[in-house]
């Protein structure tokens, strides 16, 4: 195991070992809780989460985020559901059942322990959303109701509507405007964390900009918490919002936080294909459209006539063929590779042959224009008002797009970073889904983190930090940070070139899609890593930036993302360069069996995580070896 | 297609703004408006003309941070959608499009097209919320809730606080977003024990806040993105006289309960 890499797992008993380690953790008296500060950047499901649990507790918390309001985090986007192992159909699931799924289905290169944890919190996440008054759907009994996601054969996805994301992160939402009415949470909104500050080696506080003044202020706590989201705005169009960045896990990298597995970047299947150059992002259509829509596209090369004027014997239903028991609910890096497989093949549909069919003509035959309604309405509408077509009457045109960053910052078990009091939970960390991420567990594990984990993991952390000891914001170490960030932004500001910034994001995206997106290799990976220093050093010598800093600003906002974007993006190819075999949706070409991917567990049963040594230095590659002790490492197969 | 625009332009807060015309050329109508107001940004970078700022993030219509007004329609011509879901074949070639921001006097604009809403959020302060102790709650399923419930829970609970009920409204009151946390919360049995405190807080900060008042114009249900109806507001004013009732009778605090 790498120096660096400790990932403190409990002893003992797979199932156990949760509880054995809440039983061992320091805590902290209630009195002394309020002397100690907590800065949490980020506020989607994992920052609101745990900010209202932390100052719920008694801490006192300040709580940052780059949106106007906190309501307004990349989580009220989320679509589909949230898994959890209560088995309320009576289906079989199990919270073992739900730890080997999402074992399984990120290729077994997850942490075994955090998973299963995962799986045992996910019960007590939903009562805690519905308490919160989370309108979660409902049998007409008034029983919740559930649906099946990619990758399971149980139902146990909750959803409300097609916007539930939306639905928990108001809910958490709620939770942290009742903590901040009752003093307890001071929230900086339109704030943006540019640097990380360190003293005497551990996380001791950040040094933001205010977006609307464009001031640089610096800020001390006890522990540092980030749940800023997944990079996946790197590859430019995705499904993102286009507020999404790496800079908070980018800036903690440099400062020497080991970020882990950075290639491993989910892409889902059934996302509306792009039309042209002009757009800005792709429409994710949920994954939940699956549990009723057939996948397929023509038998046929370049058959341009319209569906349905395509009889059935001329159609190929692939997902049914290909994978027989799991057909069109397959996981999602598996039914990326096959729309695209298909589309390679010259058998793709629409404008520019990206794309396949999801039809729904089957399921309005069994229940109903009306049936169909119910379950999907805000999602055929949404398909409306992009395309201009009426998926009731014609199948949908999805293609896969960019969608979740699997990788992060490395954490332990106690969801603590590698520099001490820092810890990381949501999508800005590494942690539970391996290669791939199946549906409706990213909510999940944002909400565990910040409602069932972090609580008792930063008791533990401060327990062993004397109260009151936290430094000034005007100690040393917070000024040099504060005017190393001023330099950043002057020099962004006077590069004084020709070119909007817009147009260098456009630019890595392509290089990434092209050389690091579905399919990896060699030589590709390579060309890569010759063109984004290229683009970066283009980018300090001729981005066009206007304006000042002491302003609102918003292109200079995108050039300091971008620019870290840049330096990431070199990373992300590195990484899926040194990983030489396929697993999840680190799909290299040169290893493959039958078009599946073929893992190599003797070299690469591992995390990567790397560590920073310096500008102009190569990264170090460090190892979080991966044992599983509790399942078999088997092949992944759906079929 | 070829446009001209007409925006708004204000350099912060305290300075005072004015109209300024853009010309967007050669645009493809699959566009969105945001799309379509970048291409125009890029352009304007170019030509050394500081960019327009407008608020924008998940550009899928379910953020509620995009917030244009769009020759006098808050959200632009498309019913029941976002500004970032307006395409330009919603417009006719040539025309002239009028881009303001929202037009509220509790939401300052802070530069360009970017208003404040902060306002929002201290009136959800104020009782939008369930006062639950993380960790503590009762099994999800000990207590059924009619699917009939839920549905309407969520209807209500679907408001993105954008703010265009507040932009499209005369007296620039957001009456619908208080009225649709209330009913969201207050419908379900969790709600129940704040109900009349929660009707009171809310109404109160929004009248602290500085908004107008609500004269029953439904202005605000016809822009609504997310399409909630007005009849909450009816809801909102009954609940909130059965909890001024009832604070009458029990002033100290307990004015939860059996309102409405
Ligand atoms: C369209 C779509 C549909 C999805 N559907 C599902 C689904 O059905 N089920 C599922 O499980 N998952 C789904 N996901 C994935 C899931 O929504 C996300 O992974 C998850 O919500 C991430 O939550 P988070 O709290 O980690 O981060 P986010 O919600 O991304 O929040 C990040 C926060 O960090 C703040 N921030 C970031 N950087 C900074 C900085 N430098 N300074 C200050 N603040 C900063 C932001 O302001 C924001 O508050 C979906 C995602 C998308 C895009
Ligand atoms: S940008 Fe999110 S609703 Fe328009």
Redesign the interface.
Known sequence: MSAILNPRVPEGPLAEKWTRRKNEMKLVAPNNKRKYKVLIVGTGLGGA?AA??LA?MGYEVESFCF??????A?S??AQGGINAA?N?QNDGDSVYRLFYDTVKGGDFRSREANVYRLAQVST?I????????V??????????ANRSFGGAQVSRTFY??G?TG??LL?GA???L??Q??AGRIK?H?RTEMVDLVLEDGKAKGIIVRDL?TGELTAHAGDAVVLATGGYGNVFYLSTY???SNATAIWRAYKRGAALANPCFTQIHPTCIPV??D????L??MSESLRNDGRMWVPKKQHDSRPPAQIPEDERDYFMERMYPSYGNLAPRDIASRAAKRVCDEGRGVGPNGLGVYLDFADVVKRIGEEGVREKYANLF??YN??T?EDAYKAPMRIYPAIHYTMGGLWVDYQLMSNVPGLFVVGEANFSDHGANRLGASALMQGLADG??VL?YTLGDYLAGEKPGSRPKADAASFQTAHKESAARIERLLSIGG?K?V??FHRELGKILWHYCGMARNDAGLRKALELIPQLRAEFWRDA?V??TGA??N??LEKANRIADFLELGELLCRDALTRAESCGCHFREEFQEEGECKRNDADYAHVAAWTYNGEGQEPTRNVEPLTYENIKLATRSYK | MNFTLKVWRQKNADASGAFETYEAKDINPNMSFLEMLDVVNDDLTKRGIPPIAFDHDCREGICGTCSLVLNGDPHGPTQGTTTCQVYMRSFQDGDVIVVEPWRVGAFPVLRDLVTDRSAFDRIIQAGGYVSVRTGQAPEANGAPIPHRMAEAAFDAAHCIGCGACAAACKNGSPMLFVAAKVAHLNSLPQGQPERGERVLGMVRALDAEGFGSCTHTTACEAVCPKEIPYDLIVRLNREFLAASAQEAVTPHGHAGGAAG
């Open positions: 989460s209202a649990s719920e949106q106007d309001s906190p309501r307004r990349h009220i986007a209560k309320y007590q939903i009562d805690q959303c519905v308490a919160q008054g309108p979660f759907a409902r049998e007409y009994g008034g029983m919740l409300a509507r916007a939306q639905q108001l939402y709620q939770a405007s009742r901040i009415a929230l909104e609307v919002a286009r507020g039309t042209g002009y757009q800005s992002k429409t994710l509408q949404m008002e992009i201009h409602y069932f609580p020709k909007p817009s147009e066009l206007p304006g302003e609102l918003q292109s």
